[in-house]
């Protein structure tokens, strides 16, 4: 938590505070303003793909809080997205509770599930933790695909649309609002973990793990607890994400998924939770952009189908290239660049 | 008993090419203690330039070969070169990112170039079978295979053992900075030790093409494989490879063959985490111990 240049805090309530200048409330003034106007301007299939952006914001604070700020990388996020996602259709379906429950039972699940594979970190480091992840992605996504139990014998399974007080939520201006409360309230939880005892040492485990023992942190059980935390948020997102789309398949779960993740964390800015948010934002959008800018063409001209043809091969590619040009040139993401501007401003015309 | 011995040799073959084909993992990480993610793209990339010069181009495939195994050096220098040295000093959670990145990155770029159709295997390895004793036979592509990964091997080991170069990469891998003031350059080490691991990549992709009866993306299946056969054996052994290699490859064929073909493939992941729970650093990986 560096102090911005040119914020002197005079008081330490405002030091403490998450916000520490007018501009900055502001600004979060202008972002409520922002986020009630925007389904009303944007046609389904945008709004769409926002709805998809809140979705993958709640997993990828989860791969936040794991990866940049405890310091340990998932390679498994697809996989804990499938473990909610299949969890909540099965208990949802089978069992006849309802929705909220059957999320509920995704989540803890995933983060049960999570807390296994977590395991590993009571005896091992950071390098191969990430390979114990690649085991999770292995396993869990080959259960997706075989295990009738699960399927019940099918390719897919339905998930029904919720119901909330005798209303079924179905538009995607209705999931819109739904979702824009639920992430909302994820961000603030993450923003917050990170001002409490717990958040503040699992920074100190990524900082230095031996020193944060030595000083007390229980460093093997949090770190187990950050697995856990992060594979839940993944599930809970999976969960609601099943319900959104109705459907639930294996192949959303694979491992090019679990990149997808990473890329927006690292994007976004690791060591930052509104830069989960925006990364989630970057990697949704600008495959979307793709797409549209590869049907425009095609229909513009009469035989250029090869950006649609290789848009799979084309977006990994993308992913990957932009993944190793922001650990080179901008570690710290969007988040950070966005830093840079305020702090450019803030004191114009002066360097520092 | 006859099925036993057959899945046996089955499964030392596929072994054997397994530890080749994780070798090149175990060379980067023994010398730049860098996890690389990309490895299995480094089989596919080598086994498809391969493909391409002995089909496309038409050159015999001794000279195919050797153009594979150029192109996998070029491919490791390459990365070396232009990525992994920026970032030189820096958290290993960077890097290991990064390699995550370059493996997509590679895999779109192999999908744009040579699509996910298969290719046929390549023509210059026997196909045929050998009948070894009694009803126990084995394909003769498995044998070269076989052969192949030993001569691979020994040649390593001596490498290892007798070259200045073997020695000085195990000299960086012991200790960077003792290593750096006995005059040897780092640098150069960490660029040697990706253009072998380009190379045993090309090798080893094309011998998993032949087993695999064509060249596909299914080789990206196979390679995953590589991550339990890296934590059995131990990170940074080569005799660890070896070993770990064979048990994955043993493990796969008997449970494809007694249990189910989801078995078989679950199976190394699971004791890849039990293995991380039990003994971390693998049967013949050295125990590091941390201080301050």
């Known amino acids: 938590m560096a102090t911005a240049t040119g914020v002197y805090n005079t008081t330490y309530r405002r030091d403490l505070g998450l916000r520490h200048t007018k501009a900055e409330y502001a600004r979060l003034a202008l972002l409520g303003v922002f986020a009630v106007v925007l389904p009303f301007r944007l046609d389904t299939y945008w709004l769409s793909y926002v709805n998809l952006i809140l979705l993958a914001g709640i997993a990828a604070v989860g791969l936040m809080i794991l990866t940049g700020y405890t310091g340990l990388i998932s390679l498994a996020t697809a996989g804990f997205l499938g473990v909610g996602a299949y969890g909540t259709a099965n208990i949802t379906n089978r069992l006849h509770w309802p929705m909220p429950l059957g999320v509920l039972g995704g989540t803890v699940i995933a983060a049960a599930i999570g807390a296994v594979f977590g395991l590993p970190a009571l005896r091992v480091k950071g390098l191969y933790l990430a390979i114990s992840t690649f085991a999770a992605q292995a396993i869990l996504n080959n259960r997706f695909k075989d295990w009738p139990w699960l399927t019940q014998g099918h ?7 919720p119901k909330i007080g005798g209303h079924q939520i179905h538009s995607d201006f209705e999931w819109y609002w739904l979702l824009l409360v639920i992430t909302a309230l994820v961000v603030w939880a993450g923003v917050n973990l990170f001002r409490t005892g717990f958040g503040r040492a699992l920074i100190a485990i990524r900082d230095q793990d031996i020193a944060a023992e030595v000083i007390g942190v229980p460093v093997g059980r949090y770190k187990v607890l950050a697995f856990s935390i992060a594979c839940g948020l993944a599930g809970f997102s999976g969960a609601l994400g099943a319900h959104y789309r109705t459907v639930v398949t294996w192949e959303r779960y694979d491992f090019d998924t ?7 964390i690292i994007v976004g800015g690791l060591g930052s939770v509104s830069g989960a948010i925006y990364g989630a934002a970057f990697m949704t ?3 979307a952009y793709i797409t549209r800018v590869g049907q425009g063409l095609q229909q513009g001209s009469s035989g250029t189908p090869f950006i649609i043809r290789e848009l799979p091969a084309i977006q990994l590619a993308l992913f990957g290239v932009v993944i190793v040009a922001f650990l080179l040139y901008e570690p710290r993401g969007l988040a950070r660049l966005w830093q840079r501007a305020k702090d450019y401003f803030r004191i114009w015309p002066f360097r520092y | 008993m006859t099925r036993f011995l057959q899945l046996t040799v089955n499964g030392l073959g596929n072994g ?38 002995n089909v496309t181009w038409g050159l015999p495939w001794p000279l195919a070969v050797v153009v594979g195994i150029l192109a996998g050096i070029l491919l490791g220098l390459a990365i070396e070169r232009v990525i992994l040295r920026r970032l030189v000093g820096e ?10 990145g370059l493996a997509s990155a590679l895999f779109g770029i192999v999908l744009m170039t040579w699509g996910a159709e298969p290719k046929p295997s390549p023509k210059f390895i026997p196909s045929g079978s050998v009948k070894l004793f009694g009803d126990v036979s084995v394909g003769a592509n498995r044998l070269w295979a076989v052969a192949v990964a030993v001569v691979v091997f020994v040649a390593v080991a001596l490498f290892f053992q007798r070259s200045r170069h073997g020695v000085a990469m195990r000299a960086v891998a012991d200790d960077q900075q003792a290593a750096m003031v006995q005059g040897i350059s780092v640098n150069r080490i960490f660029a040697f030790a990706w253009a072998l691991a380009g190379a045993a990549g090309a090798v080893g992709g094309v011998l998993l093409a032949s087993i695999n009866n064509g060249y596909s993306l299914e080789l990206e299946s196979f390679a995953i494989l590589v991550f339990p056969v890296v934590i059995l054996g131990g990170l940074d052994s080569v005799l660890g490879t070896v ?3 064979m048990i994955i490859g043993l493990l796969v064929e008997y449970t494809k063959s007694y249990m189910n073909v ?6 190394p992941f699971v004791i890849l985490v039990a293995i991380l729970l039990v003994k971390p650093y693998g049967l013949f990986g050295q125990v590091r111990i941390e201080r301050v």
């Open chain 1, 155 to 161: 390719f897919s399974i339905l998930a029904n649309q």
């Open chain 1, 258 to 264: 679990s990149f997808l993740f990473v890329a927006m």
């Open chain 1, 285 to 287: 959008w600008v495959p």
């Open chain 2, 16 to 53: 054997a090419i397994l530890a080749l084909a994780t070798l090149g993992f175990v060379l980067i990480y023994k010398a730049t203690e860098v996890i690389n993610f990309a490895q299995g793209q480094f089989l596919v990339i080598g086994s498809f330039v391969v493909y391409n010069a």
């Open chain 2, 91 to 100: 958290s290993s959670l960077s890097v290991i990112m990064v390699t995550i």
């Open chain 2, 243 to 245: 070993v770990g290699g």
């Open chain 2, 262 to 267: 989801n078995a078989s493939q679950i199976l």
